[in-house]
């Protein structure tokens, strides 16, 4: 099972003071929430769409500037969401921010804890957050899931789990879905935060919930089975048997799930008939793979501990580059044009050509980067892991 263990786990007791406040509330407008986010203008999910493609819909420059940066405390291993030209983004403080995407200046601040006991932190957010019309959705590293008002930063409605929530919010009508490491997947109504069902996955949920049509798919740590969950009826439809478990998010396109493993292997598996279509792994030491892929018509493109991104034939599995980074890389990759961008723990932001894998940007971001970019409205944003990391924006 995958465990991150946070900085902020081990600050000082001087540095506890700093933890517990909570900032004013700013009102913003009506009109600066539209209902209904213009396509190009959000990145609205984990992988910005059902399936987790990991694709932009926005035009990116072609010379990229550094426009803003931000310091958090602790941090973020989250990637952000943006909509209506604002920015919300978790950290491992266990701050929600939502900032103007034109100059990260803060709108509001919201706490995962508004009052925090003496010695002891609050519930940092390690997942991406989710957007829906009216609220900001994210889990914290406590078990408690949150949705919070997109215009005011105030809680809307707050469950609790028994076990940390890593993994991102996907929406299914008016519901809301998210697995915890409690051993389950749940559903709530988005608007009133009414459960509509759970179902057990016997092990924890690190993903992000992936739609094909009315299914979801899930496997947990304890033994390697993709269970189907029916999200209409919250039910178990299918298992299917796998060789290796599966650590990241999924994607799925045709009817064909694309994910990695923990013994270096990347997949391609139709779901409904239970058959692996190919297996990709390379050559030399087996590396877990905790990155999720980005899936085009044409290709599959996804990061690896043996610090690699790959693209690979989506409809037989053959490489058609890999680029080599200088550590591990657990970002997941988003793709602009003819352009992929993701980050790596040898601190750098990257982008290389989709056509060849031949580098085209890099930027020095003076922390390791876990989390994946958010593209959108022609901007590039991305947080940093560690002591007072960085959110960036590129446009």
């Known amino acids: 099972m ?12 001087a540095m506890l003071a700093s933890l517990g406040w909570v900032s004013g509330l700013v ?65 491992l403080s266990g701050d929600l921010l939502c900032l103007r995407l034109t100059d990260g200046e803060e709108v509001w601040k919201y706490r995962s804890q508004e009052v925090v006991e003496p010695n002891n932190f609050a519930p940092g957010f390690n997942a991406a957050a989710a957007l829906n ?35 991102g919010a996907q929406f299914y009508k008016n519901q809301v879905i998210f697995g915890s490491h409690d051993g389950h997947l749940y559903s709530h109504d988005a608007q009133t935060g009414t459960r509509v069902w759970s179902v057990e996955t016997h092990g924890p949920v690190n993903a992000t919930p992936c739609l094909s049509g009315n299914h979801t798919f899930i496997t947990g740590c304890d033994q390697p089975i993709l269970r189907v969950i029916d999200v209409e009826k919250g039910e178990q439809a299918a298992e299917v048997p796998l060789d290796s478990l599966l650590l990241a998010t999924a994607a799925a396109r045709d009817d064909i799930l694309y994910f990695g493993t923990d013994n270096g292997a990347i ?15 390379s050559s030399g030491k087996e590396q877990q793979v905790h990155s999720s892929p980005a ?23 053959e490489l058609v580059w890999s680029f080599t980074c200088r550590a591990k890389i657990d970002s997941s990759p988003v793709i602009v044009g003819d352009r992929v961008f993701f980050g790596a723990s040898d601190k750098n932001l990257y982008g290389v050509r989709l056509s060849d ?39």
């Open 27 to 91: 009102r913003l407008p009506a009109s600066a929430f539209a209902s209904e986010p213009v396509k190009g203008t959000s990145w609205t999910t984990f992988r910005n769409s059902p399936e987790n493609w990991g694709i932009a819909q926005t035009v990116l420059s072609e010379k990229l500037t550094r426009k803003w940066e931000r310091k958090t405390s602790d941090g973020t291993a989250s990637t952000p969401v943006i909509a209506d030209g604002h920015v919300y983004v978790g950290t």
């Open 295 to 317: 899936v085009t018509e044409d290709f599959v493109v996804i990061g690896s501990r043996d610090k690699k991104v790959y693209c690979l034939n989506r409809k037989n599995g």
């Open 133 to 167: 019309e009216t609220s900001v959705f994210i889990g914290d590293d406590q078990g408690g899931f949150h949705a919070v008002d997109r215009s005011t930063g105030k809680r809307r409605w707050h469950v609790m789990t028994n076990g940390e929530i890593v993994g």
């Open 357 to 395: 894998g031949k580098e085209v940007f890099k930027e020095f971001v003076r922390n390791a980067v876990t989390g994946s970019p958010a593209i959108a409205d022609g901007h590039l944003v991305i947080g940093c892991e560690s002591t007072n990391g960085l959110i960036i924006c590129f446009a």
């Open 267 to 281: 997949i391609a598996m139709n779901w409904k008939k239970k058959e692996t279509i190919w297996e990709f792994s």
């Open 2 to 13: 995958r465990v991150r263990w946070n900085r902020r786990h081990v600050l000082k007791g």
